[in-house]
């Protein structure tokens, strides 16, 4: 985790603990939506880590601290969440996170559970008398995630809903230390709070001693927040961010920061990574370090034929790709390709008699100014439709279509036009 540049903080003398035996570390996951994003992509890698150093992973699911809300790192209260749709974001959460950690394995198998199954029972007279006598509000108070809800200005204060979540959270370590044998929690460096009351109530209430282990937030070089676009989040689930935009996320990386996302988000050996870091200061223009980066990150999360698939449709717009190529695109990643570029819904009856070329770039899409426009670059060849070099004889027909619905035109080599028949 240090030379991959992953550690923040931790307890005295974790280091020595991890190295003297097999240990049992969990992470909590909140399902606080129906899919996880690439900021918990990196907490799930720290499980994987973890596991293949041979260690036991503890995954908690959050069915309980769910309906809580977490106030680190939050400016303002979440929205809660009903039963029903905490319920239906933990099955779509667990179907990602069975990606990472393996369950099945024989000698250091990951253990799932939730808070909601121990949190349910318990009435709030004993959950404040075995558990809230043991943390005085004065403690809770002097943790940063407190502080700076209560003391920023323009922030909405915290509810007692959110100021309970560091117990309910500490409770859950306390839980798994006295249930599971567990005595490590990992988490982002926004969670080192709400870890060390856990500990604390471990220590006050049981005697014994537990260890926190916490990895950095990571932040883009230009000071952006990590793991957004200009529209959203990046999201695991590839409904919600295709495959080819989280893959274009990656190959878009500058190159200070594929440097640092590569020691991060791949399991590749420190050798390998070395050598790739200096083939790329050799020749960046090359961007071999985004492309390693990009393959490794959308094998991992979606698999090797959708990087192979992805791989081929960012080649699309700049490299040399074929009518096959464009013909083998689905809808979604076809849509994502060429987002953005201009294009006009036309009748589907149009292309029955075939359209002629001349109205087609121009009279029917406004695509070029003119017929003598259209009829100039015609004979210069600088016309193709679906990437392939056509004349002015040549009629779109419904042999042309791509997803039975569009069709490419292109001018030189970066202007293009979609039409859309419907």
Known sequence: MKWRG???????????????????????????????????????????????????????????????GDPSGKSKERNLLTEEQLSA??????????????????????????????????????FVRDIGKHITVNYMMAKDSVKKRISTQDSEGMSFTEFTYQLFQGYDFLHLYENNNCKLQMG?????????????????????????????????????????????????????????????YWINSSDEDAENF?????????????????????????????????????????????????QRASEILFGKATESDLKKLDERTFADVFEGIPRKTLPFLELNQGMDMI?????????????SEAIRNLKDNAISVNKKKVDSSYRLSKRDLINGKYILLQRGKRHYFILHFD
């Open 6 to 68: 992953l550690l923040h903080n931790t307890t005295p003398d974790t280091a020595d603990f991890l190295a003297s035996k097999k240990v049992k570390g969990y992470i909590g996951f909140d399902p606080t939506s129906d899919s996880l994003h690439i900021g918990s992509l990196l907490q799930l890698i720290i499980l994987k880590h973890f596991q293949n150093s041979g260690h036991q992973p503890v995954v908690l699911i959050g069915g309980a601290t769910g309906m809580v």
């Open 89 to 126: 974001n933990i099955k779509e959460i667990l179907r990602q996170i069975d990606k990472y950690v393996d369950f099945e394995r024989p000698k250091n198998p990951a253990i799932l559970v939730n808070n909601y199954d121990w949190m349910k029972p318990f009435s709030l007279i004993d």
């Open 188 to 248: 982002g460096s926004d969670q080192w709070g709400n870890i060390t009351t856990g500990i604390e109530l471990i220590r006050r209430k049981t005697g014994g001693r537990a260890h926190g282990l916490t990895i950095k937030l990571l932040k883009k070089a230009d000071g952006n927040k990590f793991g957004k676009t200009e529209q959203d989040n990046i999201w695991l689930d590839p409904e919600k961010t295709s495959p080819y935009k989280f893959y274009q």
């Open 262 to 310: 590569i020691k991060i988000f791949t399991f590749l050996d420190r050798e390998t990574i070395k050598n790739i870091v200096s083939e790329h200061r050799e020749k960046p223009h090359l961007r071999l370090l985004q492309k390693h980066l990009a393959k490794e990150v959308t094998t991992l999360v979606h698999s090797k034929q959708e990087w192979e698939k992805v």
């Open 359 to 371: 109205l087609a770039l121009s009279v029917k899409t406004g695509f070029l100014n003119s017929n």
